[in-house]
């Protein structure tokens, strides 16, 4: 496990851009090997998505050949699919059989190379709200009041128009990845952070269960190491700069 503790959430943003730039290029991806990339919904990735938009207006990375899977997707919305872009489907009649389909289209794509994630300030990733599974694969999820909450802004600010339901990722189907990256920013998820790295794995904060993946790298700003201990601070910093 890295933790990456850079100055600001703009820094920060562009460091996951160029990992996740990096790790395409290095990668070689053609007609015959795709690049599988998972992608997290939410405010906290933006800033890596508009870094990794001006780095194809650029010409520094194509996406040619990346196939990437959608975290989640709240239940009676939709969005198109094509090959290259895969969401699971909140508007279809039959919500697990789409769950069970994307689990297939992930087996069928090779596995995702790299899955991004980023968390809720109670430590959930994707909507694997707090209690979920450490194990649990694509399914329906009842969102947590605090995530209704917390995004309504994404709905003008109104809770009546928050979906109370989605389909999402599990945290086995991320775990799958061979590489997994979670970015965590701000002041507010400050604890969730500490929960993630500095406590045991625990199913009340699904975020912790990345510390059991062989391959996994937390991308923060200074903000998010407030309830973190000093010394945890200075070792990761530390180990950057070897």
Known sequence: MKLIILDHYSQASEWAAKYIRNRIIQFNPGPDKYFTLGLPTGSTPLGCYKKLIEYYKNGDLSFKYVKTFNMDEYVGESHLTNVLKVHPCGSTSDLQAECDAFEEKIKAAGGIELFVGGIGPDGHIAFNEPGSSLVSR????????????ANARFFDGKLANVPTMALTVGVGTVMDAREVMILITGAHKAFALYKAIEEGVNHMWTVSAFQQHPRTVFVCDEDATLELKVKTVKYFKGYVLL
């Open 138 to 149: 694509t399914r329906v999820k009842t969102l947590a009041m605090d995530t209704i909450l």
